[in-house]
């Protein structure tokens, strides 16, 4: 049981490009998340997925995109990378509602736009 | 809107030391609060949680109970072990929005032999 994967784990970007982070669950889980970790402002919520074919935004979505086409995955898209996105993100899923229940995290992926 | 405030770190122990990190909140419903830990390289876990007033989180040796009164949900562990150096994250959902979770912005605690 593999849990959460996120990929790729590193990635070294200029200003300008574009890329796609996945994220897949194995759970069977119907929420999914993704948030982003800078220092001194800990977890920052980007987008979430409450089903299939559904997107919400978060705290801070300017400049990314999400899709959710399959249940198991869940797609962050950054058309025009710019320095400030350069951070550490993380996808969540959890099978019920966050007020009761546990997310599982992914191991993270290290973005780093010059 | 919902907010998780925690004490600032880092925080350097020795092992076996008390430890107590504190965290308040701000909600307007009725959250249910937790605390999540990072350890090195890793993503987030949860550690503890409590969905009700007066209730008790434990896990590993770790508590923190539910103080409706004075909003707060601060982690206490008798004799920490160098095992326990982590970044630790209270954060919280509420029963209105009860989809997303808020995080503060986490603890760092370092243990010394």
């Known amino acids: 049981n593999a849990g959460v994967t996120q990929t790729p784990k590193f990635r070294v970007l200029k200003t300008g490009q574009s890329m796609t982070l996945l994220c897949a669950q194995d759970?069977?889980?119907?929420?999914m998340y993704w948030y982003r970790q800078d220092p001194g402002m800990g977890l920052r919520l980007i987008h979430y997925?409450?089903?299939?074919?559904?997107?919400a935004k978060g705290e801070v979505p300017d400049g990314y995109n999400v899709s959710r086409l399959k249940k198991q995955n869940f797609l962050l898209g950054l058309e025009s990378a710019a320095p400030s996105q350069t951070s550490v993100y993380f996808c969540?899923?959890?099978?019920?509602?966050?007020?009761?229940?546990?997310?599982?995290f992914g191991e993270g992926s290290r973005l780093t736009v010059l | 809107g919902d907010s998780v405030t925690q004490m600032e770190g880092p925080v350097t122990l020795s092992e076996e030391a008390f430890l107590t990190i504190n965290c308040t909140y701000t909600?307007?419903?009725?959250?249910?609060l937790f605390w999540y830990v990072q350890y090195p390289g890793e993503g987030l876990q949860l550690l503890l949680k409590?969905?009700?007033?007066?209730d008790k989180g434990s896990n590993k040796g770790f508590e923190a109970t539910y103080r409706k009164e004075t909003t707060s949900f601060h982690l206490e562990k008798g004799s920490v072990q160098v095992s326990d150096s982590a970044v630790y994250f209270c954060?919280?959902?509420?029963?209105?929005?009860?989809?997303?979770?808020?995080f503060g912005t986490g603890t760092r605690l370092t243990i010394i032999p």
């Open positions: 409590a969905t009700k007033a007066d």
């Open positions: 954060a919280l959902s509420d029963y209105f929005g009860n989809e997303k979770l808020t």
């Open positions: 969540a899923s959890i099978q019920g509602l966050a007020v009761t229940g546990e997310l599982f």
């Open positions: 997925s409450v089903g299939e074919g559904t997107t």
């Open positions: 759970m069977n889980h119907e929420y």
């Open positions: 909600a307007t419903g009725y959250p249910s």
